[in-house]
């Protein structure tokens, strides 16, 4: 298996404009998770997904992000417009099962707004 | 408010000696416990887990204990290598799967 597959890798945009981040999970895999991490925050977990259903969003920090997954291999966040407050490494994990399960990381989306 | 502590600052540790690592945690009652390493540029890896009626776990130079009285982790690598070097994540599950992190420690072990 490949892992996790994110893309893209690094995202330059500016200002006001839509961004969307994409994950693969490793296949099998129930639950798939979505962080942000910055120096000052270190890594924030944005969303959560068990089989493709939204288990807790909480952590989204506005209504500019919006996250999707309309099958089992497949996964969106969105930000929508993006601020510069948003430049980040952005995460996809995924695991077999919950907390009793290691995650797996792709490795990651570095966003930056200007 | 509840939160994870790990120290914030790098800590340098000369090669050959054991490495500790603190993760402490306040107001949750996790069921288990994770540790990952995170070199930079790269996601984090999974080392260990360790479930909360365990009070150590080993793999290879690497030793976890969960004390869940004093709401605390403990991260020993043993004979350290320049190779150990790298920022560490705990990880808790706190509810209905859902799990946090840390912020990290780096680690440096000078040769």
């Known amino acids: 298996d490949a892992g996790v597959i994110q893309s893209p890798r690094h995202e330059v945009t500016e200002m006001g404009q839509e961004v969307t981040l994409r994950c693969k999970p490793i296949?099998?895999?129930?639950?798939l998770f979505w962080y942000r991490q910055t120096m000052m925050r270190g890594l924030e977990l944005l969303i959560y997904f068990n089989n493709n259903v939204p288990i807790d969003d909480s952590g989204m920090p506005e209504d500019r992000f919006s996250a999707k997954m309309p099958n089992a291999s497949f996964s969106t966040l969105k930000i929508q417009p993006s601020e510069p407050r948003d430049s980040a490494v952005y995460f996809c994990?995924?695991?077999?099962?919950?907390?009793?399960?290691?995650?797996?990381f792709g490795s990651g989306t570095q966003l930056s707004v200007l | 408010s509840q939160k994870i502590e790990q120290n914030s600052e790098a800590l340098n540790i000369q090669e050959g000696k054991t490495a500790t690592l603190t993760c402490n945690y306040t107001?949750?009652?996790?069921?288990?416990l994770q540790w990952y390493r995170q070199d930079p540029g790269r996601g984090p890896v999974f080392l260990l887990l360790?479930?909360?009626?365990?009070k150590e776990k080993r793999k290879e130079r690497l030793k976890v204990t969960f004390d869940t009285t004093l709401k605390q982790s403990l991260f020993h690598i043993t004979a350290s290598q320049p190779a150990d070097s790298a920022t560490y994540l705990c990880?808790?599950?706190?509810?209905?799967?859902?799990?946090?992190f840390g912020k990290g420690t780096r680690l440096h072990i000078l040769p």
């Open positions: 296949s099998g895999h129930d639950y």
């Open positions: 360790i479930r909360e009626n365990e």
């Open positions: 107001n949750y009652s996790p069921a288990y």
């Open positions: 990880a808790l599950e706190v509810r209905d799967d859902k799990i946090i």
């Open positions: 994990a995924s695991s077999l099962g919950g907390g009793a399960e290691k995650l797996f």
